[in-house]
């Protein structure tokens, strides 16, 4: 395995009985710090805390969910988003990359928590804003058909 930093690719060689193959995996980094590692884009692991009331709002973007608003997640992949028990929010994504996204609400076994969910778009609009109630079974905002990487955890205190 050969790592080249200055691409943040990673190249895996394998070698067959006739050819080799050289596989390009990995994500890339814009640089600006936003990722911890763990998926939640916060650079601390604590997360965020939102305000009751307040509008939730993200980027589509395949790599992951771009913080828009409130102003504490602008700018922060898949951020941990910490929500008050029994107070109202609305959470959705007003801008993104062309390539089809949704956005649902899903408890810890990756079912959807009351119909937490909206269509498959590729150009967002208001019917990709979901207004609740927070409880203590939501466990995730995240994209169907990127679930893999447009995922980030709710914690409800």
């Known amino acids: ?3 080249h930093d200055g691409n943040r690719r990673t190249f895996l060689k394998a070698a067959g ?22 998926g ?31 102003s504490e997640i602008a700018g922060e992949t ?17 801008e993104g990359d062309g390539t089809p996204h949704n956005i649902e609400i899903r408890d810890d076994g990756g079912d959807v928590v009351d119909d937490l969910s909206t269509d498959q778009v590729d150009d967002p609009g208001d019917d ?6 927070a409880s203590g079974e939501m466990a995730s905002y995240v994209c169907a058909p990127h ?10 205190e």
Not at 26 to 37: A, E, H, L, P, Q
Not at 78 to 94: K, Q, S
Not at 148 to 156: L, R
């Open 40 to 70: 939640n884009g916060d650079g601390n692991g604590d997360g965020v805390t939102i305000a009751a009331g307040e509008d939730i709002r993200f980027d589509g973007q395949t790599g992951g969910w771009e913080g828009l608003e409130p």
């Open 78 to 94: 898949n951020p941990t988003l910490i929500l008050e028990d029994g107070e109202e929010y609305t959470i959705g994504w007003t």
């Open 17 to 38: 009985a006739a050819a080799a193959t050289a596989l390009v995996a990995g994500c890339s980094d814009d640089g600006n710090g936003n990722g911890n590692g763990n």
């Open 128 to 133: 990709q804003i979901l207004e609740f109630t």
């Open 1 to 3: 395995m050969t790592v």
């Open 147 to 156: 679930e893999n990487t447009m995922v980030g955890d709710i914690q409800v």
